[in-house]
């Protein structure tokens, strides 16, 4: 009795703490374009011709809020992507998108989002930030819970995914995911869907990563509640009138591309969350 409890207890514990980036992430790709700085808590990603380079956190999460402050590729950035995301694996993987989308010196880059449930995507919505991503760290966050998913940027909301269940769309809370982070080369479709193209006399391209913060659930071996022991607000969370306000504010002014508006791309109709997830 006892002995199996405290095993319910160590597969879902609920985590609070800024990474370490030497204890807490591997390197999965371009390990030499990687490096690790002070004593662990910054983490710099480089791309040159040569390779990008990624990694991932040692944990596995079901449901959690996270956030990362980076600060991304100054200057000319046209061509590249730095990816910061959650995932699980396999064919029918859930996923979920930051993407920030490089360009040229002056120009404003893109935020691009994701999700995938079961494997299936093309929920892309593209924003412009209100600020230079280029000049200071800010803080890109998800909150995931059995209710929503909220993507924010300074803790203000720019999309939410709702369970839609109920109208038979899938969303992610059975598969744990990883965070990922990456840097790489995209100029076949990244800035200005892929007329302009990497400089590579302007490499090494140089994102900047600190303070990853997950007060989540770390999942691990198959265990499907998550048990909860420290203040889990973020578990019950959902979009308030404030949130909702600002929420459709952002996207009035700062949304480039909607998936839930392009008739063209979807001529037996939209979406069916597209009616809910405003
Ligand atoms: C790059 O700048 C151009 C011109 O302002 C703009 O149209 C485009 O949306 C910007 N971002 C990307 C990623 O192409
Ligand atoms: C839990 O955290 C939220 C914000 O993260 C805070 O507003 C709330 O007061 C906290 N509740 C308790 C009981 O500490």
Redesign the pocket.
């Known amino acids: 009795m006892a002995s199996s409890c405290i095993l319910c207890a160590m597969a879902f514990i609920t985590a609070v703490y800024a990474a370490n980036f030497y204890q807490d992430i591997d390197l999965t790709w371009g390990n030499d374009h990687a490096r690790i700085l002070n004593n662990g808590e910054v983490l710099t990603l480089s791309l040159d011709k040569s390779s990008g380079s990624g990694f991932q956190l040692k944990n596995e999460y079901l449901f959690g809020k996270f956030d990362m402050q980076i600060k991304l590729i100054p200057g000319d950035s046209a061509g590249t992507v730095t990816t910061f995301y959650l995932s699980s694996q396999g064919s029918t993987h859930d996923e979920i998108d930051f993407e920030f989308?490089?360009?040229?010196s002056g120009?404003?880059?893109?935020v691009h989002t994701n999700v995938f449930t079961q494997g299936k995507g093309n929920r892309e919505q593209q924003f412009y930030l209100w600020f230079d991503p280029t000049k200071d760290f800010h803080t890109y966050s998800f909150l995931w819970n059995p209710r929503i998913v909220i993507f924010y940027v300074d803790g203000r909301p720019i999309r939410v995914f709702k369970n839609n269940e109920l109208i038979g769309v899938a969303f992610p809370k059975n598969q744990p995911m990883r965070i990922y982070s990456s840097l790489w080369n995209a100029d076949d479709w990244?800035?200005?869907?892929g007329r302009?193209k990497t400089d590579w006399s302007k490499a090494p391209f140089t994102a900047t990563f600190r303070e990853f913060n997950a007060n989540a659930c770390v999942s691990s071996s198959g265990v499907s509640s998550c048990r909860s022991l420290s203040n889990n607000s973020w578990m019950l969370q959902e979009l308030d009138s404030t949130s909702l306000e600002l929420l459709r504010m952002i996207q009035k002014n700062y949304m480039?591309y909607n998936y839930c508006s392009d008739l063209k791309r979807f001529p037996q109709g939209l979406p069916s969350e597209c009616s809910t997830n405003t």
Do not use: E, H
């Open positions: 989308l490089g360009n040229l120009d404003p880059y893109i990244a800035t200005r869907g302009v480039v």
